[in-house]
């Protein structure tokens, strides 16, 4: 059974919601997300912070689900990488920073305005892993 050790995502920047745009022509908004990994009484937990809501995933039984998603997607190549967007932004791009530790996995990076290669199929197995699916 794959266990992991410790996961740490942070992200704040600007985000259009299309319902503010409606009322607020168009204006931006910060925003500020982490999700984090927690223990309780023997179950792993993922908190997942965003603008003031708060969820908790029980993933316990489903980092199998999660490592066998990731292991072949090469993300240890983003270990100790910036990863910066040649754009400038206005207002500034969302910044974000990852810090994972699963089995034989170790990866800490950070970036502003763009992603490296793989960021939405390990993304894709995160959300697997929390949401039963």
Request: charged fraction near 30%; charge should be negative.
């Given at each position: 059974?794959?266990?992991l050790r410790g996961f740490k995502f942070?992200?704040?920047g600007y985000r259009k919601d299309n319902i503010v745009r409606r009322y607020l022509?168009?204006?931006?908004?910060?925003?500020?997300e982490y999700a984090i990994l927690s223990e309780s009484d023997g179950r792993f937990f993922i908190d997942?912070?965003?603008?003031?809501t708060n969820h908790r995933y029980d993933i316990t039984d489903k980092m199998d689900v999660f490592y066998n998603g990731i292991?072949?997607?090469?993300i240890e190549k983003w270990n100790m990488k910036t990863?910066?967007?040649?754009?400038c932004w206005t207002p500034p791009a969302d910044y974000w920073t990852l810090e994972?530790?699963?089995?034989?996995?170790?990866?800490?990076c950070k970036g502003q305005g763009t992603a490296p290669e793989g960021w939405n199929d390990f993304w894709?197995?995160?959300?697997?892993m929390c949401n039963n699916g």
């Open positions: 059974m794959a266990k942070t992200s704040n022509l168009d204006n931006e908004r910060n925003y500020l997942d912070y965003y603008n003031g292991k072949d997607l090469g990863y910066e967007s040649s754009m994972i530790h699963i089995e034989d996995i170790s990866v800490i894709k197995a995160f959300h697997r």
